[in-house]
C-alpha cells in the first residue's frame, strides 16, 4: 500500500539483528545506565538524543536489552519524562519554521501544501495520544499553543 503523503511504497530502512539478552561486552551496569539517562532527561535532552549518545559514546547497543526498560520508561520513573511525546514536539517545530516562512513568502503554494500534510499529521498523533491517555482529552493544537509550548 502507498504512503499517505508520499507516492512511494514499501518499507525501507535496515533491520536489527535478533537478540533476546544484553550482550556481555556492555561496559556498564544497569543502574549506570538508567542514572545516564536521568541526568540527560533532566538537561532536557530528548529521549532518541539520549539513545543516540548511549550507543556512540557508551557502546550501549540498546537501552532495552540492558536495562529491562526503554528510555520513556526510565524518565517517567524518575519524573523527569516530558509532557509531549518528543514525535509530536518535532512535528510542532516543522510547523513553526514552516509557518514563520510563510508569513515571510506569502506566494509560496509548495510549502503551504508542506505545511497542511504536516498539521494533518500532528491531528492525527494528537488523536492517537488522547485515545492512548498519554495527552488529557482537553487538549488542542493549534500553531499560537505550538509556538508558547516549544520556544
Given at each position: 500500500m502507498a504512503r499517505m503523503h508520499a507516492r512511494r511504497r514499501g518499507k525501507s530502512g535496515s533491520s536489527r539483528p535478533m537478540i533476546s539478552e544484553n550482550p556481555e561486552w556492555v561496559p556498564l551496569s544497569k543502574e549506570e545506565i538508567e542514572e545516564i539517562v536521568v541526568k540527560m532527561g533532566k538537561d532536557g535532552v530528548l529521549s532518541a538524543?539520549?539513545?543516540?549518545?548511549?550507543?556512540?559514546?557508551?557502546?550501549v547497543p540498546d537501552v532495552k536489552l540492558a536495562t529491562g526498560k526503554t528510555i520513556t520508561q526510565i524518565l517517567k520513573e524518575n519524573n523527569v519524562a516530558?509532557?509531549?511525546?518528543?514525535?509530536?514536539?518535532?512535528?510542532?517545530?516543522?510547523a513553526i519554521?514552516?509557518?514563520?516562512?510563510l508569513?515571510?513568502?506569502?506566494?509560496?503554494?509548495?510549502?503551504?501544501r508542506g505545511m497542511q500534510i504536516t498539521e494533518s499529521k500532528?491531528?492525527?498523533?494528537?488523536?492517537?495520544?488522547?485515545?492512548n491517555g498519554v495527552l488529557p482529552a482537553d487538549w488542542q493544537y493549534s500553531i499560537a499553543n505550538a509556538e508558547l509550548l516549544i520556544e
Open positions: 538524543k539520549i539513545g543516540l549518545v548511549l550507543r556512540d559514546q557508551h557502546s516530558p509532557n509531549i511525546p518528543d514525535d509530536l514536539v518535532a512535528l510542532m517545530r516543522t519554521n514552516l509557518q514563520n516562512h508569513n515571510a513568502n506569502k506566494k509560496d503554494v509548495a510549502n503551504k500532528i491531528r492525527r498523533l494528537v488523536k492517537y495520544y488522547k485515545r
